[in-house]
């Protein structure tokens, strides 16, 4: 009986079928690291070959589940890496808590900036984070800013952090002072960002909690006036 292979739930076809691509993984783990990364490579040029962008990295990041399920660690992690580097941020979050990578600023910093290339703008205020503790506090401050302007919501409350732990004397009040004016001048951007810096002083929880409010009510709105025009 020819055996024709199958496809997984993302419709991507395993090469040879379970047989082949139990054996063929078995094999790979065994051998160094740049093996795995070459069995990673070939899956990943196959699943592009055969579905769409995001069914291709869905496949990828269920490959690496599967085969860190079964122990097979280097083959996971170089699949992971692919997903990563064409912007996945779930496969981000995955590399970054990875032994020998979260030990690893320069190797954590490294998978941030691939997939931030490749897309990943949820992973900016990871970086910028990273690189304040690196004590590259002037890159971390245009790295939130960039993310807080993509739409980051985590990018809010991790800048005003990072203001209170890593700004300059007044910096905090002064970022406070210049979005109430933004505010008033009617941009209401920057509603959130003014919640989020308020949540850093003493007695002004009440406000930020005000000012969060309506800015997650205009995110909404404005998330449903984009889904409205994508249908």
Not at 125 to 138: F, I, K, P, V
Not at 145 to 160: F, N, P
Not at 217 to 231: G, M, N, Q
Request: hydrophobic fraction near 45%; proline fraction near 2%.
């Amino acid at each position: 009986m020819q055996n024709c292979g199958y496809r997984n739930v993302h419709g991507v076809a395993r090469i040879g079928g379970m047989g082949l691509w139990a054996r063929w993984s078995a094999i790979v783990d065994r051998l160094p690291s740049s093996y795995a990364e070459a069995f990673a490579a070939e899956y990943a040029r196959g699943a592009f070959r055969r579905a769409s962008r995001s069914r291709a990295i869905a496949a990828l990041v269920q490959a690496a589940e599967e085969m860190s399920a079964k122990g097979e660690h280097a083959v996971a992690e170089a699949l992971y890496r692919k997903a990563a580097e064409v912007g996945d941020h779930r496969a981000v979050v995955k590399l970054v808590n990875w032994p020998g990578i979260r030990e690893d600023h320069a190797a954590m910093e490294a998978v941030y900036r691939a997939a931030i290339t490749a897309g990943d703008v949820q992973s900016l205020a990871s970086l910028a984070a990273l690189r304040a503790r690196q004590g590259d506090t002037a890159e971390a401050r245009v790295l939130f800013t960039v993310a807080i302007e993509s739409g980051s919501v985590d990018a809010l409350t991790m800048y005003a952090t990072f203001l209170h732990n890593h700004g300059e004397p007044r910096e905090l009040s002064e970022a406070i002072e210049h979005r109430r004016r933004q505010v008033a001048a009617g941009d209401t951007g920057s509603l959130p960002i003014l919640g989020s810096l308020l949540l850093k002083v003493p007695h002004r929880q009440v406000e930020a909690e005000a000012m969060l409010r309506q800015g997650a009510a205009l995110l909404r709105t404005v998330a449903d006036a984009c889904s409205l025009r994508c249908c």
